[in-house]
C-alpha cells in the first residue's frame, strides 16, 4: 500500500464516518492502519486474511500505532468463506486487497455487505501498467479488466478511479 492510496482510504473512510469496515487481505496491517485513522473513534475494522501469521503482525502493528484491542476483528480464513458469514448491510466501507482471481466474488460480497452510500475500494486495479496494455496479459490482469468493466456497467454503484499508488478503484452503492 503506498502512502498515496493509504492517504486516500483514509480520507474516504473519514468522509464516510465509517463504523464498521471490512478489509479483505490484513496484509502487514498497513492498509488497516490507515483505515483505522480515517474511522470514527468507536469504529471497529474487520480484516479477513488466509494467513494467520499475517495477522498477528498486523495486530502488533495496530497496537504500536495505538489502537486498542477492541477496534480491530480478526477472522482468519478463506475470504470467500468468511464474508457470506458477514451481516448484509452491515458495513461502512469494503476494502479489497485480495486474491485478484477473486475479485468479481468480492465486488458481489461487498454489495450484500454494504449499505446504501457505503464504498467498496479495490487496490492494485492499474496492475502495473497492464491493465491497459494491450499484449497478451496473464489471467489475473484479465479478471482485473472484468472487475473495472462489471464496475463501470453496473447500476448499483458510482464509480471511480483514483490515480494512486498502483490504481485505487472505488464505488458508493447507490440508495
Request: glycine share 12%; hydrophobic share 45%.
Amino acid at each position: 500500500m503506498s502512502p498515496g492510496a493509504g492517504a486516500a482510504l483514509r480520507l474516504l473512510a473519514a468522509t464516510a464516518g465509517a463504523k464498521a469496515v471490512a478489509e479483505i487481505g490484513t496484509g502487514a496491517g498497513v492498509s488497516g492502519i490507515y483505515l483505522l485513522q480515517g474511522m470514527r473513534q468507536d469504529g471497529v475494522l474487520t480484516t479477513v486474511d488466509l494467513e494467520p501469521e499475517r495477522q498477528q503482525f498486523a495486530r502488533e502493528a495496530f497496537r504500536e500505532a495505538g489502537f486498542a484491542g477492541n477496534r480491530a476483528r480478526f477472522i482468519p480464513g478463506r475470504a470467500l468463506d468468511v464474508l457470506p458469514r458477514l451481516a448484509d448491510g452491515g458495513y461502512d466501507l469494503v476494502f479489497c486487497d485480495g486474491d485478484p482471481m477473486e475479485s468479481l466474488d468480492y465486488l458481489a460480497e461487498s454489495l450484500r455487505l454494504l449499505r446504501p452510500g457505503g464504498l467498496v475500494c479495490f487496490e492494485g486495479v492499474f496492475a502495473d501498467g497492464r491493465t491497459v496494455d494491450s499484449s497478451a496479459q496473464p489471467p489475473e490482469v484479465l479478471r482485473v479488466r472484468e472487475l473495472l468493466r462489471a464496475v463501470r456497467e453496473s447500476q448499483e454503484l458510482l464509480p471511480t478511479l483514483l490515480p494512486v499508488g498502483d490504481g485505487l478503484l472505488c464505488a458508493v452503492r447507490r440508495g
